[in-house]
């Protein structure tokens, strides 16, 4: 396993990002449609859409016969779009997402409080889920209720009729403290760490059999 963090920079810098993206686009949805004809549950994947992909002008069409190609909605197919993309051009993003949204993905703000977040960005960008970033979750979960802006930031996103999905969860005290809050969604190694797509289709597997049984996962 590499992380993201040794590979993207280059394949930004050489252009390859787009190729890359969209090999992943491909892959995603092939995997989905397979799940779908082996009876597991039909749950959505978030999928990163790169600074260079906002820039090309066939990406609505790219995406939207990506889904097609494998019979799937485009709401299954989550584009996740880092923060700060949304900062070096704000009318183009503004104009694919709001065409990417118009088709029917859903949209997500990837890394927010990374360190280019701003209120007046987030009430103009057309997006569907919040995803707190990482280091910023460590920070706030770290502080006490009364210090903190996590809950403000909470209850900002739902009076914008957003979800949120806290990243980098990795003790259940940081748990604990987001459900408190009323966060919708968690992820991070609390829960699991990076897995190959074999590993990640056994645990779909095992919930479809044991939902199957009339047993509730939590």
Not at 10 to 26: A, H, P, R, S, Y
Not at 47 to 72: C, F, H, M, P, Q
Not at 132 to 151: C, H, V, Y
Not at 178 to 198: K, S, T, W
Request: charged content about 25%; aromatic content about 10%.
């Amino acid at each position: 396993m590499q992380s993201p963090a040794e590979f993207i920079p280059l394949f930004e810098e050489n252009g390859f990002i787009t190729k890359l993206d969209q090999f992943v686009w491909d892959k995603v949805c092939s995997d989905m449609k397979e799940w779908d004809e082996k009876g597991f549950p039909q749950i959505a994947v978030s999928v990163n859409v790169s600074r260079a992909d906002i820039y090309n002008a066939d990406l609505a069409g790219i995406l939207k016969e990506t889904v097609k190609k494998y019979g799937l909605p485009a709401a299954r197919l989550h584009l996740e779009i880092t923060e700060s993309a949304y900062t070096e051009n704000p009318k183009q993003i503004i104009d694919m997402v709001s065409l990417l949204r118009d088709i029917g993905f859903v949209i997500e703000m990837d890394d927010f409080g990374s360190g280019y977040s701003s209120l007046n960005m987030l009430n103009e960008m057309p997006i569907d889920i919040l995803k707190l970033d990482m280091k910023f979750i460590r920070s706030e979960t770290a502080k006490p209720n009364s210090q903190g802006i996590l809950q403000f930031i909470i209850d900002l996103a739902r009076w914008m009729h957003l979800d949120v999905v806290a990243e980098g969860v990795e003790t259940a005290e940081q748990l604990e403290r987001l459900r408190q809050i009323g966060c919708d969604y968690v992820q991070g190694y609390y829960f699991a760490r990076p897995m190959p797509c074999e590993e990640f289709k056994a645990l779909l597997e095992e919930y479809s059999s044991t939902a199957g049984n009339g047993r509730k996962e939590e």
